[in-house]
T-cell receptor
Framework: DTGVSQDPRHKITKRGQNVTFRCDPI?????LYWYRQTLGQGPEFLTY????????KSRLLSDRFSAERPKGSFSTLEIQRTEQGDSAMYLC??????????????FGEGSRLTVL | DQQVKQNSPSLSVQEGRISILNCDYT??????FLWYKKYPAEGPTFLIS?????DKNEDGRFTVFLNKSAKHLSLHIVPSQPGDSAVYFC???????????FGSGTRLLVRP
């Protein structure tokens, strides 16, 4: 399977703990995105990488959130000191568009976070 | 501030009939629009897109219509099939913007 893969698929944690999600994009894609989706809502943009550079972060991404893409391939999203409000589906997407827009994004199946 | 709105949370249609899903946007800088389909426990998958230089784009059973003056787009599925039952998201972006802004989705149920 050469699609976008995310790990873990589901994480249950206690409030205050740190969690990390990993995303492996489609190999030839240079753009990588993180989105968050809560129940009854559409995906909300969190952050965007072009190769290893993080070019945009949403105001939704508080100081407890950090994302990296160290070698321009896989990416990690870490949430420190989790809160119950962080419970959501975290979606990773990638794209290969070379122009000045996102184009079509290819999404992974998501990592569901439950904070108790 | 919801820039992309899908005001119908759900829609039920009979198999073989037309499904029409609607989407409104407020940001006049948006010039590229996409529809995604999402099944349970899967990520959204791209369905069809349209640029603001067009008012219609067709791909098989799926057609997207764009009315720029009304800031409104719609997705037509004809004929509808039970396998089309899913949540449909409308999304939009502007030139030189790398992010998509999504609506809240419409759950489509196609009854056999």
């Amino acid at each position: 399977d050469t699609g976008v893969s995310q790990d873990p698929r589901h994480k249950i944690t206690k409030r205050g703990q740190n969690v990390t999600f990993r995303c492996d994009p489609i190999s030839e894609h240079n753009r990588l995105y993180w989105y968050r989706q809560t129940l009854g809502q559409g995906p909300e943009f969190l952050t965007y990488f072009q190769n290893e550079a993080q070019l945009e972060k949403s105001r939704l991404l508080s100081d407890r959130f950090s994302a990296e893409r160290p070698k321009g391939s896989f990416s990690t999203l870490e949430i420190q000191r989790t809160e119950q409000g962080d419970s959501a589906m975290y979606l990773c997407a990638s794209s290969a568009q070379q122009g000045a827009r996102s184009g079509e994004l290819f999404f992974g199946e998501g990592s569901r976070l439950t904070v108790l | 501030d919801q820039q992309v709105k899908q005001n119908s949370p759900s829609l039920s249609v009979q198999e073989g009939r037309i499904s029409i899903l609607n989407c409104d946007y407020t940001n006049s800088m948006f010039d590229y629009f996409l529809w995604y389909k999402k099944y349970p426990a899967e990520g959204p998958t791209f369905l069809i897109s349209i640029s603001s230089i067009k008012d219609k784009n067709e791909d098989g059973r799926f057609t997207v219509f764009l009315n720029k003056s009304a800031k409104h787009l719609s997705l037509h599925i004809v004929p509808s099939q039970p396998g089309d039952s899913a949540v449909y998201f409308c999304a939009a972006s502007g030139y030189s913007s790398y992010k998509l802004i999504f609506g809240s989705g419409t759950r489509l149920l196609v009854r056999p």
